[in-house]
């Protein structure tokens, strides 16, 4: 048995829900899984019910032929657990490519830039 594509996006949705109301508070990282296959601009770490979520902007080469391509950029959503049978965290499942995980990113990062205090000092009078 697998999750499905509709299992993923009410996931996710529920991640854009706990983001959104402050519940998951994001983290800027760089410990995630990396993919020889993609390139990595910017990863954000948060912790609920003792798993880890990240969610990363990726770029990945799209080949016309042998040697031309061009990247696409998409979004990539991990979940990190510690299994109780060894020490430290490992990556569990990635996400499928949903335009829902996309959603995800935006709503992190306009969290992240929240926090970080992006517009003050900009909105004060």
Same mark, same amino acid.
């Given at each position: 048995?697998?999750? &499905?594509?509709?299992?993923?996006?009410?996931?996710?949705?529920?991640?854009?829900?706990? &983001?959104? /109301?402050? &519940?998951?508070?994001?983290?800027?990282?760089?410990? +995630?899984?990396?993919?020889?296959?993609?390139?990595?601009?910017?990863?954000?770490?948060?912790?609920? /019910?003792?798993? !880890? +979520?990240?969610?990363?902007?990726? !770029?990945?080469?799209? +080949?016309?032929?042998?040697?031309?391509?061009?990247?696409?950029? #998409? $979004?990539?959503?991990?979940? +990190?657990?510690?299994?109780?049978?060894?020490?430290?965290?490992?990556?569990?499942?990635?996400?499928?490519?949903?335009?829902?995980?996309?959603?995800?990113?935006? $709503?992190?990062?306009?969290?992240?830039?929240?926090?970080?205090?992006?517009?003050?000092?900009?909105? #004060? #009078?």
């Amino acid at each position: 048995m697998s999750y &499905t594509a509709k299992d993923w996006s009410q996931a996710i949705t529920k991640l854009i829900q706990l &983001t959104s /109301n402050g &519940t998951l508070t994001w983290r800027f990282t760089t410990d +995630y899984t990396e993919d020889t296959w993609e390139v990595v601009d910017r990863a954000f770490s948060a912790t609920y /019910n003792s798993t !880890r +979520y990240v969610v990363k902007a990726i !770029r990945k080469k799209h +080949y016309i032929d042998e040697e031309e391509f061009y990247w696409v950029s #998409d $979004a990539k959503l991990e979940i +990190y657990k510690s299994p109780s049978i060894m020490e430290g965290e490992m990556r569990i499942s990635s996400s499928p490519e949903t335009p829902v995980t996309g959603r995800l990113l935006s $709503a992190v990062e306009a969290s992240f830039a929240y926090q970080q205090g992006a517009l003050s000092g900009l909105l #004060d #009078d």
